[in-house]
């Protein structure tokens, strides 16, 4: 029999350069921080599910791969089941709905989920040189960095919508623009401060039409959540947040996209663009039994303006016909991340934190509860809130989504 | 000729060489027709139970600008001829149905629409060897 879920601690530790921090100590502040939150003792803790770091072949090795079990031995062995999971950029999502699925089952009662990554030495760069790594053959020979191929998919999108990049540029700057004033009021944010739109427009152009500021960096940083029952939940909290639904999903054959880190794609008839995204999204909302006019507030990927726009019109579900509809909304600030009415990424986003691969999906999270909560200080969004919906971007077609509600 | 280097691809297997008519190479099931680049030996299709049944075949040298940009910053360790200089990329639909991406020979009158022609290039050498790849040309 299914159990409902809900998170009741959340930890971050903020988000930026700290070279001269281990993986684990970022864990360990968040962790920290989560149960802290939770009111929860750490050896109340029957399973663990964290992050694994991608970057063993350079830095962290086997200790950054087998997180979970890095960040156990540091905090505290626990003897309890530990797992590691690597979903590239999905991976915080991914993390989330393993815990869920822990729970929901009724295998365990208190799970820690948690990602602590140094993404910000870069990684983009594939790390072997095996031939047998598409990764390695695609970007020796093709040198097509993630901002070279977000901005093939915008340009083609706009193409498509018939819109002039040179008369439109400041919708391509506007969600950095929207998103750094919810950043600059986020004490875990990497970037804390406004950018204008004349900035952003003046920043190098780093692949055609996206500008530098249009591109989210890459960060340290960590996030942890702990997930009980609803029932404990309620016992713990007055403000217990339930996961309505969580899931990772992975591409359909045919899908158009040349997706990251493939050199081709075989699009095939019937098969729409980011099928991974639209299905995570369709199965979040069958289990949770919303639509997307039930989402108070969307945290998403905005690592260029092509993630915004896309993204957005895949969590509200638009058709092909409204295709579009997205740049409208950002032109009249509908998004805006503190007072829109369809409020994108009050943390500020991955524009404000930097990027980091394996926590990104959790700190979106851990930003919906403090929203939903009502606890997100300067930045806290003032109309009603009940829904949130949380979803990654991620390497190969991986995705994760997560619908949260307050339970109480 | 004496002292010419050795043109070697950057990796083997992905075009025809040494060829007078470089192809990229690709692999087609032979119960389904599914493509697949770089050429796997597995049929990608679910539908399609028969697969390992997967023959070799040599992709059109000519297609469309789906979409490009240029790269205006050096890839971090990415090797290419130095002194650094931006480079256009693209994505190419050939009439196969496959979308390709590849470096573009020029960042000049680019447009989406446009045709294009696989072509092989040197990208970087050493004292031994120049190291080559594919690139889309736009055929005017």
Same mark, same amino acid.
């Given at each position: 029999?299914?159990?409902?879920?809900?998170?009741?601690?959340?930890?971050?530790?903020?988000?930026?350069?700290?070279?001269?921090?281990?993986?684990?100590?970022?864990?360990?502040?968040?962790?920290? #921080? /989560? !149960?802290?939150? *939770?009111?929860?003792?750490?050896?109340?803790?029957?399973?663990? @599910? $964290?992050? %694994?770091?991608?970057?063993?072949?350079?830095?962290?090795?086997?200790?950054?791969?087998?997180?979970? #079990? /890095? !960040?156990?031995? *540091?905090?505290?062995?626990?003897?309890?089941?530990?797992?590691? @999971? $690597?979903? %590239?950029?999905?991976?915080?999502?991914?993390?989330?709905?393993?815990?869920?699925?822990?729970?929901?089952?009724? !295998?365990?009662?208190?799970?820690?989920?948690?990602?602590?990554?140094?993404?910000?030495?870069?990684?983009?760069?594939?790390?072997?040189?095996?031939?047998?790594?598409?990764?390695?053959?695609?970007?020796?020979?093709?040198?097509?960095?993630?901002?070279?191929?977000?901005?093939?998919?915008?340009?083609?999108?706009?193409?498509?919508?018939?819109?002039?990049?040179?008369?439109?540029?400041?919708?391509?700057?506007?969600?950095?623009?929207?998103?750094?004033?919810?950043?600059?009021?986020?004490?875990?944010?990497?970037?804390?401060?406004?950018?204008?739109?004349?900035?952003?427009?003046?920043?190098?152009?780093?692949?055609?039409?996206?500008?530098?500021?249009?591109?989210?960096?890459?960060?340290?940083?960590?996030?942890?959540?702990?997930?009980?029952?609803?029932?404990?939940?309620?016992?713990?909290?007055?403000?217990?947040?339930?996961?309505?639904?969580?899931?990772?999903?992975?591409?359909?054959?045919?899908?158009?996209?040349?997706?990251?880190?493939?050199?081709?794609?075989?699009?095939?008839?019937?098969?729409?663009?980011?099928?991974?995204?639209?299905?995570?999204?369709?199965?979040?909302?069958?289990?949770?039994?919303?639509?997307?006019?039930?989402?108070?507030?969307?945290?998403?990927?905005?690592?260029?303006?092509?993630?915004?726009?896309?993204?957005?019109?895949?969590?509200?579900?638009?058709?092909?016909?409204?295709?579009?509809?997205?740049?409208?909304?950002?032109?009249?600030?509908?998004?805006?991340?503190?007072?829109?009415?369809?409020?994108?990424?009050?943390?500020?986003?991955?524009?404000?934190?930097?990027?980091?691969?394996?926590?990104?999906?959790?700190?979106?999270?851990?930003?919906?509860?403090?929203?939903?909560?009502?606890?997100?200080?300067?930045?806290?969004?003032?109309?009603?809130?009940?829904?949130?919906?949380?979803?990654?971007?991620?390497?190969?077609?991986?995705?994760?989504?997560?619908?949260?509600?307050?339970?109480? | 000729?004496?002292?010419?280097?050795?043109?070697?691809?950057?990796?083997?297997?992905?075009?025809?060489?040494?060829?007078?008519?470089?192809?990229?190479?690709?692999?087609?099931?032979?119960?389904?027709?599914?493509?697949?680049?770089?050429?796997?030996?597995?049929?990608?299709?679910?539908?399609?139970?028969?697969?390992?049944?997967?023959?070799?075949?040599?992709?059109?040298?000519?297609?469309?600008?789906?979409?490009?940009?240029?790269?205006?910053?050096?890839?971090?360790?990415?090797?290419?001829?130095?002194?650094?200089?931006?480079?256009?990329?693209?994505?190419?639909?050939?009439?196969?149905?496959?979308?390709?991406?590849?470096?573009?020979?020029?960042?000049?009158?680019?447009?989406?629409?446009?045709?294009?022609?696989?072509?092989?290039?040197?990208?970087?050498?050493?004292?031994?060897?120049?190291?080559?790849?594919?690139?889309?040309?736009?055929?005017?």
């Amino acid at each position: 029999m299914q159990r409902d879920v809900a998170i009741v601690g959340v930890g971050l530790h903020p988000w930026g350069r700290y070279p001269e921090k281990k993986m684990q100590e970022m864990g360990a502040v968040a962790i920290i #921080n /989560a !149960l802290k939150d *939770a009111k929860i003792k750490w050896t109340e803790i029957d399973g663990i @599910v $964290a992050g %694994a770091y991608h970057w063993d072949h350079v830095y962290g090795g086997m200790y950054g791969l087998l997180a979970g #079990n /890095a !960040l156990s031995m *540091a905090f505290g062995e626990l003897n309890v089941p530990v797992y590691n @999971v $690597a979903n %590239a950029c999905a991976t915080g999502g991914s993390v989330i709905s393993v815990g869920y699925m822990m729970i929901a089952s009724g !295998l365990h009662d208190v799970v820690l989920a948690v990602a602590a990554d140094k993404s910000g030495l870069g990684f983009f760069p594939p790390k072997s040189r095996d031939k047998d790594d598409v990764d390695y053959v695609r970007y020796s020979m093709t040198g097509e960095t993630n901002p070279a191929y977000w901005a093939m998919e915008l340009r083609r999108r706009w193409f498509e919508l018939g819109l002039d990049e040179k008369e439109n540029e400041r919708l391509l700057a506007k969600p950095k623009a929207m998103l750094s004033e919810a950043g600059a009021r986020n004490p875990y944010a990497r970037y804390k401060r406004k950018f204008t739109i004349e900035e952003v427009l003046k920043s190098p152009m780093v692949a055609d039409p996206f500008r530098l500021y249009m591109i989210c960096s890459t960060s340290d940083g960590a996030a942890a959540m702990i997930l009980t029952t609803l029932e404990k939940a309620k016992k713990i909290t007055d403000k217990p947040v339930l996961i309505e639904g969580a899931t990772c999903v992975s591409s359909k054959f045919g899908e158009p996209c040349t997706r990251l880190p493939t050199m081709s794609s075989f699009p095939r008839h019937g098969v729409p663009r980011l099928s991974d995204a639209r299905k995570a999204v369709e199965r979040v909302y069958k289990l949770s039994g919303r639509r997307p006019d039930e989402i108070d507030v969307i945290e998403q990927p905005d690592h260029s303006p092509w993630h915004y726009f896309e993204y957005l019109e895949v969590v509200l579900q638009l058709s092909e016909n409204e295709r579009g509809t997205a740049e409208k909304m950002v032109e009249k600030e509908e998004t805006h991340p503190l007072t829109g009415k369809v409020p994108v990424c009050p943390s500020g986003g991955a524009s404000s934190f930097g990027e980091v691969l394996t926590a990104d999906g959790i700190m979106r999270v851990c930003e919906l509860v403090w929203q939903l909560r009502g606890q997100a200080g300067e930045r806290q969004i003032k109309k009603d809130l009940k829904v949130g919906l949380a979803i990654t971007y991620g390497y190969m077609g991986n995705n994760a989504a997560v619908v949260v509600s307050k339970a109480w | 000729m004496l002292g010419d280097k050795k043109r070697v691809p950057i990796v083997e297997g992905i075009f025809t060489w040494p060829s007078e008519d470089p192809r990229l190479i690709a692999g087609k099931c032979k119960s389904c027709g599914a493509l697949t680049f770089p050429k796997m030996p597995i049929c990608p299709n679910p539908e399609c139970d028969d697969k390992l049944n997967v023959e070799e075949v040599l992709l059109s040298k000519r297609g469309k600008l789906w979409s490009w940009t240029i790269q205006r910053y050096q890839p971090p360790a990415f090797r290419m001829a130095e002194p650094f200089k931006p480079f256009g990329i693209g994505i190419v639909e050939i009439p196969e149905g496959l979308r390709i991406v590849g470096m573009l020979t020029t960042t000049e009158g680019l447009r989406i629409g446009m045709d294009v022609e696989l072509v092989i290039e040197k990208l970087y050498e050493d004292e031994e060897k120049e190291y080559l790849t594919y690139k889309w040309k736009p055929i005017y």
